[in-house]
């Protein structure tokens, strides 16, 4: 491969990791968590047969979710579906922050892909216990506002579904991990780092400095 191809493959490896965490942190305002309002009495504002939709950004910042326009109940019969502000939705955005900067500013190849690996990993970690915590406060609520016994074979947990954007973050979060990963194992065996050019090795054929080429030596007689 010619040098200005290893180039481009260098750049255009290097934008892959900014990129995926942009892509985790664009995620956050795809739904991650929703609540299925089968249940008696129906979920929050949310009448019987209607959905309450919980974004990454809605659990990061306390914000009201959306709820199925033509399901809401009138104003008086209307309970509580915000949640706080969950500490470790907000860690992972900033994570997110931080793990950018470093993709971008660090020219040292091995710290920056390390770097960046343990902080994917961290965030990819958080995002699950925050999923998780989330889960187990909606059911809660959820189970204290009902009005009458759940259908035959149903749980509380199968009217809070785990959605799409929760789903492909975290998978953005842990190919990012699992790739600096990979490169900084790779560049741990190596002699050098990627960001450093690594000397240039007199053989046979090369000139030596202030002097002239050297030639092969003649044959025995």
């Known amino acids: 491969m010619a040098d200005d191809e290893r180039r481009s493959v260098r750049r255009f490896s290097r934008l892959l990791s900014p990129a995926g965490l942009v892509l985790a942190g664009l995620l956050f305002l795809a739904p991650f968590l929703t609540v299925s309002c089968d249940a008696p009495g129906g979920y929050g504002r949310a009448a019987p047969g209607g959905t309450t939709t919980y974004t990454g950004w809605d659990l990061a910042t306390g914000s009201t979710p959306d709820v199925t326009a033509d399901k809401l109940l009138p104003p008086e019969q209307r309970r509580s579906d915000v949640l706080a502000p969950q500490p470790l939705a907000g860690t992972v955005l900033v994570v997110l922050v931080v793990g950018v900067l470093v993709a971008i500013g660090v020219g040292r190849a091995r710290t920056r892909r390390g770097v960046v690996a343990a902080l994917a990993a961290i965030a990819a970690l958080f ?92 044959p025995e007689a």
């Open 127 to 218: 995002l699950l216990v925050n999923q998780a915590t989330v889960r187990v406060l909606v059911e809660e609520r959820l189970r204290e506002q009902l009005t009458g016994p759940l259908p035959a074979g149903k749980e509380i947990g199968d009217f809070v579904h785990d959605q799409g954007g929760f789903g492909f973050a975290l998978l953005a979060l842990v190919l990012v991990a699992l790739g600096n990963l990979a490169g900084w194992v790779r560049l741990l065996r190596a002699p050098g780092d990627a960001a450093v050019a690594p000397p240039a090795s007199a053989d046979a054929g090369a000139t030596v400095p202030g002097g002239s080429a050297p030639t092969a030596p003649l």
